[in-house]
T-cell receptor, first 112, second 111 residues
């Protein structure tokens, strides 16, 4: 019963470094999402993938890229990390329209 | 502009019902209302969702007004473990399948 798995759980980057956050789901869900959550705030949508082979921008896409590698996996890439990208990142998935989403446990990223 | 409006915080005595309101006055069409909660910055947890009729499951009840412009999440017997931030989410037309979160209501259950 893994659900949505995110790796890594914690990461510290230096400004300008790049990295990829990984997300995988084992529920055969069609749609996947990446959110960020800054301290004391709600989640903001970065990018989403409504189905395999498609990706679209959310509320705050600048500075990020995504890849829907296959139906199971949806990765988020920071090409040149900035301190403003210090946040907790959550991946989520759901089966389709009007169905509940399941979330991973988050990746805590610090950019120094 | 906010898609949903929730009070920033609420308290509830342990064992009593917690009633969390949400305004979604611009809701239209066949958009569902979803409720999630987040405990200690863990990943959000699904609670319940509904369209027009009231819904109940093992965790909570959802009451949606007839005009669908507001809803109330009811935790019938709040426990200390229900202390969390509760998010009311409505997906609006032409926004695809995304969930847009607001800032939610921080519920504190008091012993």
């Amino acid at each position: 019963n893994a659900g949505v798995t995110q790796t890594p759980k914690f990461q510290v980057l230096k400004t300008g470094q790049s990295m990829t956050l990984q997300c995988a789901q084992d529920m055969n869900h069609n749609s996947m999402y990446w959110y960020r959550q800054d301290p004391g705030m709600g989640l903001r949508l970065i990018y989403y993938s409504a189905s395999e082979g498609t990706t679209d921008k959310g509320e705050v896409p600048n500075g990020y890229n995504v890849s829907r590698l296959n139906k199971r996996e949806f990765s988020l890439r920071l090409e040149s990390a900035a301190p403003s990208q210090t946040s907790v990142y959550f991946c989520a998935s759901n089966r389709g329209p009007n169905t509940e989403a399941f979330f991973g446990q988050g990746t805590r990223l610090t950019v120094v | 502009d906010a898609k949903t409006t929730q009070p920033p915080s609420m308290d509830c005595a342990e064992g009593r019902a917690a009633n969390l309101p949400c305004n979604h006055s611009t809701i239209s069409g066949n958009e569902y209302v979803y409720w999630y909660r987040q405990i200690h910055s863990q990943g959000p947890q699904y609670i319940i969702h509904g369209l027009k009729n009231n819904e109940t499951n093992e965790m909570a009840s959802l009451i949606i007004t007839e005009d669908r412009k507001s809803s109330t999440l009811i935790l019938p017997h709040a426990t200390l473990r229900d202390t969390a931030v509760y998010y009311c989410i409505v997906r609006f037309p032409n926004t695809g399948n995304q969930f847009y979160f607001g800032t939610g209501t921080s519920l504190t259950v008091i012993p």
